[in-house]
């Protein structure tokens, strides 16, 4: 059998993650997306916090791999590393790096800074929007693994 690579398990798990975030962070967004969890918004905001601390986690755990691999000086890319120097895993990295650090603004100015809530609002919406284009864009670019249930070339 062959062996399972972490970065092919990190893939999914973490994919998996963010498509819950995405899910339950449109809802939260207010009424005009809220019917996507059937207006359930504490159970909404109850997952989205879980998975934004395990979000959180796997992102550094994908940098600390991709940073380990760079030292050691390997040129190759790893393919299912989520982050890295370049094309969808570079706007991954910039687009989670953002995600977490509105994420975290939102999660503690709650009640003090109302324009760095704001500003942060703004950030942590738009990149949502901007990820589910590129999501979509993704899986239409790499669905032939799904069919053929092949490696990637
Ligand atoms: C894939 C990553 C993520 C996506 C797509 C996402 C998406 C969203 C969206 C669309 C909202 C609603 C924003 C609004 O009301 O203006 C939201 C709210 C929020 N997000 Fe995220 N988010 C992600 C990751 C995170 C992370 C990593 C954290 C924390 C470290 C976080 C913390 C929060 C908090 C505290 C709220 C406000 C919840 C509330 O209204 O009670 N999110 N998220
Ligand atoms: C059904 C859903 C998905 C499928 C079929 C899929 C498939 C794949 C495949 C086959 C690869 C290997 C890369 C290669 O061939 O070069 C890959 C890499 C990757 N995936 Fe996914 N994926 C899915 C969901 C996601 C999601 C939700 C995200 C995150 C937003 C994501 C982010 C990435 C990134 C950043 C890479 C590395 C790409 C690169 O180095 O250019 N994937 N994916």
Known sequence: MEKVKTEFILHWVWSIVFGLLVVTGLALLGPKYGWVLNYNLGVADYIHRTMAVTFTVLTFIEIMLEIKRLLKSKYQREPWLVVG?????????????????????????????????????????????????????HIYDKSYT????????
Do not use: Q, Y
């Not at 094309?87 to 910039?94: C, P, S």
């Not at 799904?146 to 990637?152: A, D, E, K």
């Open 85 to 137: 120097k370049s094309g969808f895993a570079l706007v991954t990295f910039i687009a989670s790096v953002l995600l977490i650090i509105s994420g975290i603004l939102l999660w503690v100015c709650v009640e003090d800074n109302h324009s760095l809530l704001a500003l942060a609002a703004i950030v942590h919406e738009m990149v949502t929007f901007a990820m589910i284009i590129g999501i979509t864009w």
């Open 146 to 153: 799904l069919i053929m249930g092949g490696n990637p070339k």
